[in-house]
């Protein structure tokens, strides 16, 4: 059974750091670009980030630049989103999915026909920032 599972998610402080990752198991995630999305409590779906197949292209939605960081180990078959500084408004259900289109992260990541593109989807990790 092909599918993405996240991980790494969990309660931190304002002002920590949390590495999710996205990890994939019945399919080879080399042949994949990997975008990341997150969705707060009573809020639309944002886009995140993006990572082309290799490795060799990320793209950031702007409200996302600075303080995330996307990245991959194909031999691992896992993506990663590395979130610094993390803020009360980072708290969401974080997933990933994955899009076969070589060209995949040269779209607008918060549209729905974006996301709904995607081949496969992940269930998501919580990240709640709190005191």
């Known amino acids: 059974q092909s599918q993405l599972v996240e991980s790494g998610g969990g309660l931190v402080e304002p002002g920590g750091s949390l590495r999710l990752s996205c990890t994939a198991s019945g399919f080879t995630l080399d042949d994949y670009a990997i975008a990341w999305f997150r969705q707060a409590p009573g809020k639309e779906r944002e886009g995140v980030s993006c990572i082309n197949n290799s490795g060799s292209n990320t793209k950031y939605t702007d409200s996302m630049k600075g303080r995330f960081t996307i990245s991959r180990d194909n031999a691992k078959n896992t993506v990663y989103l590395q979130i610094h500084n993390l803020k009360f408004e980072d708290t969401a259900v974080y997933s990933c999915?994955?899009?076969?289109?070589?060209?995949?992260?040269?779209?607008?990541?918060?549209?729905?026909?974006?996301?709904?593109?995607?081949?496969?989807w992940g269930k998501g990790t919580l990240v709640s920032v709190s005191s």
């Open positions: 999915a994955a899009d076969a289109r070589r060209d995949s992260c040269s779209y607008d990541l918060n549209q729905d026909s974006y996301y709904y593109s995607m081949d496969y």
